[in-house]
T-cell receptor, first 118, second 114 residues
Framework: GAVVSQHPSWVICKSGTSVKIECRSL??????MFWYRQFPKQSLMLMAT?????????EQGVEKDKFLINHASLTLSTLTVTSAHPEDSSFYIC??????????????FGSGTQLSVL | GQNIDQPTEMTATEGAIVQINCTYQ??????LFWYQQHAGEAPTFLSY??LDGLEEKGRFSSFLSRSKGYSYLLLKELQMKDSASYLC???????????????WGAGTKLIIKP
């Protein structure tokens, strides 16, 4: 099956630093990638949707200047948390969709990144 | 508004059968997904329903009733490794974004006891 690689798996950083998370589709071209955030015991929250070569679409309440998303190629999307603060500590997950969306379309998820901001 | 409801937590015995329910209210409907998520890991796909009825896949089955806005995930012959959260997600065709974004339930934590 399709594989999505997400790195790093976990990161600990000081408050005020920036953290970049990479999401790669290894054996297919991902025209659309989604970035989620999940707090403990809560559901996945969609942060933004990115299409290759265009600007990401952010969900309401998500600061686009703080969470920078780049989807420069069909196999790579990055999420940069700029000037991270403790409240940004969370589990970040990317998912990728192949093609333009089939009828029985599945999302392929990365393994997630646990971010802890001290 | 859009809402997906599922029980917060359920407990079952190894070898038994458990049914996890999901009800939804969305502006549109273009499919319902069930995902399994172990603690600290990303969700993995279990099933997809878009037409009414039962979809069976090994020990897991998923049922959908569009008129009732209702689905359930049925797990048979429970194993300890089935202890996880089970997420119900609906693809809302009524979303203004043509990407058919998923609306997620909060998940049901399933605890399997020996």
């Amino acid at each position: 099956g399709a594989v999505v690689s997400q790195h790093p798996s976990w990161v600990i950083c000081k408050s005020g630093t920036s953290v970049k998370i990479e999401c790669r589709s290894l054996d297919f071209q991902a025209t659309t990638m989604f970035w989620y955030r999940q707090f403990p015991k809560q559901s996945l929250m969609l942060m933004a949707t990115s299409n290759e070569g265009s600007k990401a679409t952010y969900e309401q309440g998500v600061e686009k200047d703080k969470f920078l998303i780049n989807h420069a190629s069909l196999t790579l999307s990055t999420l940069t948390v700029t000037s991270a603060h403790p409240e940004d500590s969370s589990f970040y997950i990317c998912s990728a969709r192949a093609g333009i969306g089939g009828f029985n379309e599945k999302l392929f998820f990365g393994s997630g990144t646990q971010l802890s901001v001290l | 508004g859009q809402n997906i409801d599922q029980p917060t937590e359920m407990t079952a015995t190894e070898g038994a059968i458990v049914q996890i329910n999901c009800t939804y209210q969305t502006s549109g409907f273009n499919g319902l997904f069930w995902y399994q998520q172990h603690a600290g890991e990303a969700p993995t796909f279990l099933s997809y329903n878009v037409l009414d009825g039962l979809e069976e896949k090994g020990r897991f089955s998923s049922f959908l009733s569009r008129s009732k806005g209702y689905s359930y995930l049925l797990l048979k012959e429970l194993q300890m490794k089935d202890s996880a959260s089970y997420l119900c997600a609906v693809r809302d065709s009524g979303h203004v974004d043509s990407n058919y974004q998923l609306i997620w339930g909060a998940g049901t934590k399933l605890i399997i006891k020996p």
